[in-house]
């Protein structure tokens, strides 16, 4: 099973844990302009990559399609496997830091997209990390394809 690791629980014997990685990008042609989020859901035992996931939103700003990379990443990342944990990166400091529960969401868009998140993280272990734009290229290049193409897949 991938990103498998071993949990040990003196009360209830060894378990199996599977661990994903998340990242998860956006972007706008235009802020507002054409918008896509991007996810990549990775192994985090053997760093294959297992899923690419393109959200194409629209007409949006940035930190929406930001936002709409990371729903994309943890619905599919929850479709694996609904009892993985997660380790989210993005270079989105906004979003690492609101989910993070440090910052407030003001902006209406961003509170529907976040308590999606929100809701699909429930009950499980997550982790968010920023990391800088350059360590972000596979999703980016995700988010890129489904803004040319203008359509969602994975």
Do not use: C
């Amino acid at each position: 099973m991938p990103g498998q690791q071993r949990d040990f629980d003196s009360d209830r014997g060894v378990g199996i844990v599977t661990r994903y990685i998340v990242e998860a990008d956006g972007g706008s042609r235009g802020n507002p302009g054409i918008a896509a989020g991007g996810a990549v859901v990775i192994d985090a035992e053997t760093g294959e990559v297992l899923a690419e996931v393109g959200i194409f939103v629209g007409i949006a700003t940035n930190n929406v399609a930001e936002y709409s990379g990371l729903v994309g990443g943890l619905r599919k990342a929850r479709e694996l496997d609904p009892s993985a944990s997660i380790h989210v990166r993005m270079d989105s400091k906004l979003v690492v830091e609101q989910m993070s529960g440090r910052w407030k969401i003001k902006h209406s868009d961003m509170q529907v997209l976040a308590r999606e998140a929100q809701a699909l993280i429930a009950g499980t272990d997550v982790t968010f990390e920023w990391i800088a734009r350059e360590f972000n290229s596979r999703a980016d290049a995700v988010a890129n394809e489904s803004m040319d193409r203008r359509v969602s897949f994975g």
